[in-house]
């Protein structure tokens, strides 16, 4: 008797990574209305943790440890009022500059999540010369260095393989959802594609800054990419213990 398998079913993602909604103190949300309407349909379509990750970059926006907790508590207490099964927790997106090297020398507080994995990013056009000397100080220092939608950079761009160095460093990768739509260029999508081939993607964000970046990042949960990417051994889940 002949037997038919069905493939084998693979379950959404249930944390996102990555996001902007605490408003006001970054180039995020505008108001606690947008965060918790944003928060509401990420709900509806299965998302049961947020880690949210306001910038911190010193000539843009200097956010702190307890300016970012203060904004996550007013989130917290507008989503439970509204009856929102979600947890939102915060961390951080740090830009990669010379103040942020002098926070982890000084051993300053950094926002991480997870077991001390901590979100950076860097400039798009050219990588700061100090980029490999900050990211073995991180991992020097116990951190687990997360790239933030590294598709999204020149210099990944124009050189991938560069990907396989930062590996073997010890970096892992976060992409943006939204990339593997064509949201930020082709070339973007492409590297995306590369990354999901070779499987290089450790997290998958949402990158949300605004509503309209929500709804992107649902449609792509119903595209044939995302169920693709629920083939890797992404990492996101393990955040809801």
Known sequence: MIKFFSPKKVNDLRVDVHSHLI??????VKSIDESVKILRELSKIGIQKVVTTPHIAHEFYSNTPKIIREGLNEIQRAIEK???????EAAAEYYIDRE???KVNNSEELLTFGDKNILVETPFINKPHFFEEAIFLLTSNGYKPVLA???RYDFIQNDPDYLIKLKQLGVLFQVTASSF???????AKRVAEK??????????GSDIHRMSHCETFIRFRQSNKYRK???LNLLNDQLLS
Do not use: V
């Open 23 to 28: 408003p006001g103190i970054d180039d995020g």
């Open 100 to 102: 942020f090297l002098r």
């Open 149 to 151: 939608h590294p598709e």
């Open 82 to 88: 509204e009856g929102i099964s979600l947890t939102i």
């Open 195 to 204: 990354m999901l081939q070779n499987k290089l993607i450790d997290f998958l």
């Open 229 to 231: 990417c629920l083939q």
């Open 181 to 187: 739509m064509g949201y930020y260029s082709k070339a």
